[in-house]
């Protein structure tokens, strides 16, 4: 597993089992391997999805092409995913 795909299975992990709100649901170091399999698999399968952009998230990345200063990759990736999401995202999720 890389470092990227653990960053998305625990965002989906904590969206859905918090365990500061629930004290009963365990942290992710914590969680069974088992449980984390399954979702280490949802967080692939998304990221392999995206993997194609559509249409919207191609328009968004050659948006930010303006002036005669190319945009960093940082910026591109920031604007083609809030594209896929339809909507801004400033900072982590959950911020």
Not at 27 to 54: C, H, N, Y
Request: contains cysteine.
């Amino acid at each position: 597993m890389t470092p990227d795909i653990d960053r998305v299975a625990k965002a989906i992990y904590y969206d859905f089992c918090s365990p500061l709100h629930d004290t009963e649901k365990p942290f992710w170091s914590q969680l069974r391997k088992d449980a984390k399999d399954f979702v280490v698999s949802q967080a692939r399968a998304g990221m392999i999805e995206l993997r194609t952009p559509s249409e919207a998230m191609l328009a968004a990345g050659d948006a930010v092409f303006t002036g005669e200063n190319p945009p960093t990759p940082a910026t591109i990736w920031a604007a083609m995913m809030d594209a896929a999401l339809g909507e801004t995202v400033t900072g982590k999720h959950g911020d």
